[in-house]
């Protein structure tokens, strides 16, 4: 069975750049999850889904920040303009629900010059 | 206060030793716990959930202590394919939906 996928693996742009990530979460997943994770620590959560619909985006910036989930399966978000403190691994991660295990994709890398 | 606080280590252990983390969480209301292992540049990966009855899977055990609010991860007979960094995770919030991690816990076994 496919995981988690994600693109691009690296991004580098320059700052007031737009950016975008896409994640291709496991077939029949219903929940997705966007996290930031800076060097040297935790993933943090930016927004979480539940089928097409944005449940839990306090933690997502939301004058830069956007991310939708249309139709429930992909999921894109977006940086713009993009800031030098946006660097950081951006995963994506699925689960069949709330309460079940969270599958995370390769991640994005992004630097922001 | 952070949600979840981990000694970031590094942990550096020679094979065969035992090793210990610990992981504390500040919600009381806090209702779900478990370890993840992240692999230098690779995403996380769940190790095993944190059952309040305290679970064993192989060489890694897993406690849960409400009353003080800690989890610990214990390591016995450590391999060489343990060296990773071991990210705890609450689940809390206000909602008791989020998921918080920890900045994790560096190991490295040493031949």
């Known amino acids: 069975e496919a995981g988690v996928v994600q693109s691009p693996r690296y991004k580098i742009i320059e700052k007031k750049q737009p950016v975008a990530f896409w994640c291709n979460p496991i077939?029949?997943?219903?929940?997705l999850y966007w996290y930031r994770q800076n060097l040297g620590q935790g993933p943090e959560l930016l927004i979480r889904?539940?089928?097409?619909?944005?449940?839990?985006d306090s933690q997502l910036p939301k004058d830069r920040f956007s991310a939708e989930r249309l139709k429930g399966v992909d999921s894109t978000l977006k940086i713009q303009p993009a800031e030098l403190g946006d660097s950081a691994v951006y995963l994506c991660?699925?689960?069949?629900?709330?309460?079940?295990?969270?599958?995370f994709g390769p991640g994005t890398r992004l630097l922001v010059l | 206060r952070k949600e979840v606080e981990q000694d970031p280590g590094p942990f550096n252990v020679p094979e065969g030793a035992t090793v210990a983390f610990n992981c504390t969480y500040s919600?009381?209301?806090?209702?779900?716990f478990f370890w993840y292992r992240q692999d230098c540049r690779k995403e996380p990966k769940l190790l095993m959930s944190?059952?309040?009855s305290g679970n064993e899977d192989g060489r890694f055990t897993a406690q849960l202590n409400r009353a003080s609010q800690y989890i610990s991860l214990l390591i016995r007979d450590s391999k060489l394919s343990d060296s990773a960094t071991y990210l705890c995770?609450?689940?809390?919030?206000?909602?008791?939906?989020?998921?918080?991690f920890g900045t994790g816990t560096s190991l490295t076994v040493i031949p």
């Open positions: 995770v609450v689940k809390a919030g206000s909602t008791g939906n989020q998921f918080y």
């Open positions: 991660a699925s689960s069949l629900g709330l309460e079940w295990t969270q599958y």
């Open positions: 944190v059952y309040s």
């Open positions: 077939s029949g997943h219903n929940t």
């Open positions: 919600n009381s209301a806090s209702q779900s």
């Open positions: 889904y539940e089928n097409e619909e944005a449940v839990d």
